[in-house]
């Protein structure tokens, strides 16, 4: 058994968690922009112009506190408790079978058109942190979670303390792929591949991530990519890890993919990039409002069912009654489960 579901069972029956600490579309024009351009390289503008500049401000800000009080509210919370499944003795791929599926289009179209022409305002609100996650603010977890990484595992985030854990359905809203350190790189004979050539000083500088994130794809720390609430690691298997290194490295400087459309490989968004890395792990899409897209919950219900080339290694969580715990394979499953009951 790997090194956290080792540590998560030891209480006992195996699927108890244990605790560790306890801490508390493209391409439309927005109303400002229009007026911007109508202004003039010279900047000046006639008085009427003006009035709907300072209109479109006004509208901005509204439409911001109206997108930013209910996360905030929503993000002083916790995970809520886990389901219980009908069978208590379904192991974790009977627990998250049909998992990921309905109140994928929660907005109506003339809503989906709004947010779609203001994107410019609405995607600063899209990033607000309302507080440090839980699992950064637990060295003891940290530790625990970063001690279990392996080259080229595949990391999955719950970020309920920033807008985006809580503006998509389901449990988690980011990932990213572990490179490894300089130490694991060379142990595993891979910090002389020429791919690595021109960024072995950020690893080494212990940038050991990577990444899609608004502004594209980066190498990035452990403390920024785990800044969340919960993360998940699950392991590919059976693929050659310079192959992956081949094909990862030069994906740096990607642009990001605000769309979130899976069939378009010159912008990535985070889920996007798994398919990118791992070519053959048959990455699940599904279509929402007309374009193909990837959820982060169905990649770890199909390597949960068996549907993709990934094994469970942990999965540590926190929240304001619990603390940080780690739970096993089946309570994750549980967990999962409850995010789209």
């Known amino acids: ?33 229009f007026v911007l351009r109508s202004i003039g390289r010279n900047g000046k503008h006639r008085p009427l112009v003006a009035g709907f500049a300072f209109m479109a401000d006004v509208r901005a800000l509204f439409l911001g506190v109206i997108l930013a009080m209910p996360l905030l509210l929503a993000g002083c919370g916790g995970l809520p408790p886990l389901v219980d499944p009908p069978d208590p003795e379904a192991g974790p791929a009977e627990i998250v079978s049909g998992c990921c599926e309905g109140g994928l289009e929660p907005l109506p179209d003339w809503a989906l058109d709004v947010l779609e022409a203001n994107a410019g305002i609405v995607r600063p609100f899209a990033l607000i942190r309302f507080r440090p996650g839980r699992l950064t603010g637990s060295p003891e977890a940290m530790a625990l979670f970063t001690g279990a990484l392996q080259p080229f595992d595949l990391v999955l985030i719950n970020s ?46 212990g940038s050991t991530f990577l990444e899609a994130h608004d502004g594209g794809v980066q190498l990035k720390r452990p403390e920024i990519v785990l800044d969340g609430d919960a993360a998940l ?16 490295m030069p994906l740096i400087g990607t642009p990001f993919d605000t769309a979130f459309d899976a069939s378009d490989p010159s912008r990535l968004f985070c889920a996007e990039l798994i398919d990118a890395i791992y070519p ?21 219900a199909a390597a949960l069912s068996g549907r993709m080339p990934f094994s469970f290694v942990g999965y540590v969580e926190g929240g304001p ?10 309570d994750f499953a549980r967990r999962l489960r409850t995010a789209w009951d």
Not at 165 to 174: E, K, Q, W
Not at 187 to 195: C, E, Q, R, Y
Request: net charge positive; hydrophobic share 40%; aromatic share 6%.
């Open 233 to 248: 690691i699950l392991r590919p298997q059976g693929m050659d890890h310079r192959r992956l290194l081949a094909r990862s």
């Open 160 to 205: 309920n303390n920033r807008a985006t854990g809580l503006m998509f359905a389901g449990h988690f809203s980011h990932s990213a792929t572990y490179l490894g350190t300089e130490e694991q790189l060379r142990a595993s004979g891979l910090w002389d591949h020429p791919a690595l050539a021109p960024h072995r000083a950020a690893i080494s500088a």
């Open 1 to 33: 058994m790997d090194y956290l579901v080792r540590w998560a069972t030891g209480c006992g029956d195996g699927t108890v968690s244990r605790k560790v600490s306890r801490q508390p579309p493209n391409g439309r024009r927005n109303l400002k922009a």
């Open 321 to 330: 009654r619990v603390g940080v715990r780690a739970l096993s394979e089946r």
């Open 280 to 300: 053959h792990a048959r990455v699940p899409t599904v279509e929402v409002y007309g374009r193909q897209t990837i959820l982060i919950d169905a990649v770890a």
